[in-house]
């Protein structure tokens, strides 16, 4: 088989899907992803709850109405019997004139009975409280929930900023996959034409079959590595595509290096005044300071306005007497109270404590991030500066290996030999640029500058 046809066969098999592929830059993936995360939407819900349970704390300024209706059955009704009363009470009937006697005893029992209530009672009525002092807790429960929104808002942030990275991370693995599955399929189609051309130098004497059957065995595993790649292509096309739920995604941003450094004071400077892991820590000593007004609280006097107005009632006595509407002023100080207020007082402090001393880890925490991932951007710059010469003098050295091998002044190891040390140098260097755009993006990320990024995977930064 000819060196052409080899090539022809190879591209078919192996050459990189494109035409059914969507192409997507970077900048239009990351839109995409936030408008598709499942990952997201939950963070957003997980806000949207907090601020409606935010929205419900404010109520607590507002006073309760209820309408309120009983039905009671009482074992009997309720009577005043005169006689039970005084001067009648305290009267015997011995020591009264017989005229007066006989008169009293031909009263009728009943009519001395006055009934206030039937045996059945069915009563409504409208009550109303509204608290007008309670310590402070009701604006430091407000406080909370005002609290937790911000916290939920900044969980959010840190999702979308974790997001970033995983986008970065599966949309240039594919970017690299490409190139990769090039270098492989450019080493199979010259270890082809290597082959074919020691099969012919074998035939005419020139080479020892030896040689000739280690041009065909480094074809051969050249090939196995050609599919392996073209086989991690397609697992990054598939992991970039489910993320952004699409049928098939092929990207469309190469990697890049900038032309100059971000600035590291600079860098630490931003994380640590913006960073959503701090905001969210200072939400919740907001929360912890709150907690504790609100155990506080409960040392201290309610003060609330009440009213009633009854809308129904029997017809009775008692009913009739009772009025029909009345409001006041109630207070309720606490004396003794057995649910361990100060004990909660004690557990709000030590959360509060708990809070700061999380923050001031955290900041810790933040900086060495930024320190080590700005020297694994260095490391990873050096390098690709590194390997560009490295990959020079291994495209020499096979000019030079070829050269000499057609015309018998090198073996076929030693031309194979630079062709694998050719395809290692630019495996290398996929890698290290690789490794400098991950390092630069979980820079940007920690930073809170996604913008800046994306301007660089837009062609701003030199490839």
Request: aromatic share 6%; charged share 25%.
């Given at each position: 088989?000819?060196?052409?046809?080899?090539?022809?066969?190879?591209?078919?098999?192996?050459?990189?899907?494109?035409?059914?592929?969507?192409?997507?830059?970077?900048?239009?993936?990351?839109?995409?992803?936030?408008?598709?995360?499942?990952?997201?939407?939950?963070?957003?819900?997980?806000?949207?709850?907090?601020?409606?349970?935010?929205?419900?704390?404010?109520?607590?300024?507002?006073?309760?109405?209820?309408?309120?209706?009983?039905?009671?059955?009482?074992?009997?009704?309720?009577?005043?019997?005169?006689?039970?009363?005084?001067?009648?009470?305290?009267?015997?009937?011995?020591?009264?004139?017989?005229?007066?006697?006989?008169?009293?005893?031909a009263i009728p029992s009943s009519m001395f009975v006055t009934p206030f209530t039937?045996?059945?009672?069915?009563?409504?009525?409208?009550?109303?409280?509204?608290?007008?002092?309670?310590?402070?807790?009701?604006?430091?429960?407000?406080?909370?929930?005002?609290?937790?929104?911000?916290?939920?808002?900044?969980?959010?942030?840190?999702?979308?900023?974790?997001?970033?990275?995983?986008?970065?991370?599966?949309?240039?693995?594919?970017?690299?996959?490409?190139?990769?599955?090039?270098?492989?399929?450019?080493?199979?189609?010259?270890?082809?034409?290597?082959?074919?051309?020691?099969?012919?130098?074998?035939?005419?004497?020139q080479i020892a079959k030896v040689e000739r059957l280690n041009a065909q065995v480094?074809?051969?595993?050249?090939?196995?590595?050609?599919?392996?790649?073209?086989?991690?292509?397609?697992?990054?096309?598939?992991?970039?595509?489910?993320?952004?739920?699409?049928?098939?995604?092929?990207?469309?941003?190469?990697?890049?290096?900038?032309?100059?450094?971000?600035?590291?004071?600079?860098?630490?400077?931003?994380?640590?005044?913006?960073?959503?892991?701090?905001?969210?820590?200072?939400?919740?000593?907001?929360?912890?300071?709150?907690?504790?007004?609100?155990?506080?609280?409960?040392?201290?006097?309610?003060?609330?306005?009440?009213?009633?107005?009854?809308?129904?009632?029997?017809?009775?006595?008692?009913?009739?007497?009772?009025?029909?509407?009345?409001?006041?002023?109630?207070?309720?100080?606490?004396?003794?109270?057995?649910?361990?207020?100060?004990?909660?007082?004690?557990?709000?402090?030590?959360?509060?404590?708990?809070?700061?001393?999380?923050?001031?880890?955290?900041?810790?925490?933040?900086?060495?991030?930024?320190?080590?991932?700005?020297?694994?951007l260095q490391q990873a710059q050096e390098e690709v500066e590194s390997l560009d010469?490295?990959?020079?003098?291994?495209?020499?050295?096979?000019?030079?290996?070829?050269?000499?091998?057609?015309?018998?002044?090198?073996?076929?190891?030693?031309?194979?030999?630079?062709?694998?040390?050719?395809?290692?140098?630019?495996?290398?260097?996929?890698?290290?640029?690789?490794?400098?755009?991950?390092?630069?993006?979980?820079?940007?990320?920690?930073?809170?500058?996604?913008?800046?990024?994306?301007?660089?995977?837009?062609?701003?930064?030199?490839?």
């Amino acid at each position: 088989m000819k060196y052409s046809h080899v090539v022809l066969l190879l591209a078919s098999l192996l050459s990189l899907p494109s035409a059914e592929a969507k192409q997507i830059a970077f900048a239009d993936a990351w839109q995409q992803l936030l408008k598709v995360s499942d990952k997201l939407q939950a963070s957003a819900e997980e806000v949207n709850r907090s601020t409606a349970e935010q929205e419900a704390g404010d109520d607590l300024n507002l006073p309760s109405l209820s309408l309120n209706g009983s039905y009671t059955r009482l074992d009997k009704p309720m009577e005043l019997d005169l006689r039970d009363l005084n001067p009648l009470a305290s009267i015997d009937p011995a020591t009264l004139p017989p005229a007066l006697g006989g008169a009293l005893g031909a009263i009728p029992s009943s009519m001395f009975v006055t009934p206030f209530t039937e045996q059945d009672i069915f009563r409504s009525s409208l009550q109303a409280m509204w608290p007008i002092y309670t310590g402070g807790r009701i604006s430091a429960a407000q406080g909370i929930h005002a609290a937790q929104v911000v916290e939920k808002q900044q969980q959010y942030q840190l999702s979308m900023r974790d997001l970033f990275v995983q986008l970065v991370e599966r949309y240039y693995a594919v970017s690299v996959s490409h190139s990769l599955a090039d270098t492989k399929l450019q080493l199979v189609a010259s270890l082809t034409e290597h082959a074919e051309h020691a099969m012919k130098l074998e035939q005419q004497g020139q080479i020892a079959k030896v040689e000739r059957l280690n041009a065909q065995v480094a074809l051969e595993n050249a090939k196995v590595d050609a599919a392996s790649a073209r086989r991690q292509l397609e697992m990054t096309q598939i992991a970039l595509s489910r993320m952004l739920h699409e049928q098939r995604i092929d990207t469309d941003s190469p990697l890049f290096i900038l032309r100059d450094a971000p600035s590291l004071s600079k860098l630490n400077q931003l994380t640590l005044a913006q960073h959503p892991a701090l905001k969210l820590l200072e939400a919740k000593e907001v929360q912890a300071q709150g907690l504790i007004e609100v155990e506080q609280g409960s040392y201290h006097p309610t003060v609330f306005l009440y009213g009633n107005y009854t809308l129904y009632e029997d017809d009775s006595l008692l009913a009739k007497l009772e009025p029909d509407w009345m409001v006041g002023v109630g207070v309720k100080i606490p004396l003794l109270s057995r649910d361990g207020r100060s004990g909660k007082v004690d557990a709000a402090k030590s959360a509060l404590l708990q809070a700061r001393y999380t923050k001031a880890q955290t900041q810790q925490d933040l900086s060495l991030l930024v320190d080590q991932s700005y020297r694994q951007l260095q490391q990873a710059q050096e390098e690709v500066e590194s390997l560009d010469l490295s990959l020079e003098l291994a495209e020499e050295n096979k000019r030079l290996r070829d050269l000499a091998f057609s015309q018998g002044l090198s073996t076929s190891i030693e031309k194979v030999d630079a062709e694998l040390k050719l395809s290692a140098v630019q495996t290398k260097q996929l890698a290290a640029r690789y490794r400098y755009v991950l390092a630069y993006a979980k820079l940007m990320a920690v930073s809170g500058q996604l913008d800046e990024f994306i301007g660089r995977a837009r062609g701003e930064g030199e490839g």
